[in-house]
């Protein structure tokens, strides 16, 4: 039996990060969106827990294996899987790559090993986790709230037309957020009135509301990502953002057409075109043989 799943990427539309909590994460209130750039994962029976990947980073430094090792561990089975892990979305992006590889471990692995564990379960271990690995169980759009753990499921139509960007760097998520001065005035946003714009395109609105608390300091050491930010709004970007904790900035386009032709003035950096993606775009549990 082989599973095969794609785990997507995710985009931050707010970020409000509230206060320092006793266990050295941060309070936040931010609605993430899955947008369709996927990593894929394989999953197959084995005696003991393989993974295979093109990172270059140790199979149990990665969240993929801690997913797997925590699962075996809680349900006592017996045996493995080789996983295989294939890398589209870059690391250490503000995208949740490593979350979502994480979180779909989770699914696949309780399908592979007949567990039947309910979504409160698995979310229950995602916590554990990571900050980001419960978003990506509970489906493509969700207001996330503590340090993640406090998922409310929100509900859109249709689809936003994405440019993603990246300059040569890695930030640190650890050092954004630690970072951050906390306790200055906080800016509030409707959720309800957030959501209707989505649907209606109301950029206007979006324009006004889109903000990211670590944006400022992280381009404080990071140039670049404003300097992207100014590239994407004078090629034809409605708004443009620096998601999670970077470096990957993200416009909005009205147009597919529109978003490619801004790509081609990004100077060769790693950029991708992508759709948001909403309650009726189901990523499936993937194929079996």
């Known amino acids: 039996m082989k599973i095969s799943l794609k785990a997507p990427a995710k985009i931050n539309w707010f970020l409000s990060v509230l206060n320092k909590r006793d266990d050295g994460y941060h309070n936040i209130v931010s609605p993430m969106q899955c947008v369709d750039l996927f990593d894929r994962l394989t999953f197959e029976k084995a005696e003991d827990i393989c993974l295979l ?3 270059n980073i140790p199979a149990e430094g990665n969240l993929v294996y801690r997913a797997a090792a925590l699962l075996k561990k809680v349900s006592s089975y017996k045996f493995g899987a080789r996983i295989e892990l294939q ?14 590889d994480a979180a779909f471990t989770l699914m696949g692995l309780n399908r592979l090993w007949g567990l039947n564990f309910d979504r409160k379960m698995l979310m229950k271990l995602a916590a554990e986790i990571g900050s980001d690995v419960p978003f990506f169980l509970a489906g493509n759009f969700s207001l996330i709230e503590g340090r ?3 998922v409310t499921e929100l509900s859109t139509e249709g689809s936003l037309i994405i440019l993603l960007a990246k300059p040569d760097i890695a930030v640190s998520t650890a050092w954004a957020y630690n970072s951050f001065e906390t306790g200055l005035t906080k800016k509030t946003v409707d959720i309800k009135l957030f959501c209707q714009a989505l ?21 404080r050491k990071y140039p670049v990502i404003g300097e992207l930010k100014e590239t994407l709004n004078r090629n034809g970007a409605v708004l443009s ?3 999670g904790s970077g470096s990957v900035v993200f416009g909005v386009f009205n147009t597919v057409e529109e978003a490619v032709r801004a790509s081609a003035n990004l100077q060769g950096r790693w950029c991708r075109v992508v759709r948001t993606l909403n309650r009726s775009d189901e990523l499936g549990m993937g194929n079996e043989a």
């Open 53 to 55: 990947s093109d990172l």
């Open 87 to 100: 890398k589209n979305i870059p690391v250490a992006a503000g995208l949740g790559g490593g979350s979502s």
């Open 148 to 150: 993640g753990e406090k």
């Open 199 to 219: 649907d209606r395109k109301n950029f206007a609105f979006l324009h006004d509301a889109v903000f990211n608390d670590l944006e400022d300091v992280v381009i």
């Open 241 to 243: 953002l620096m998601s």
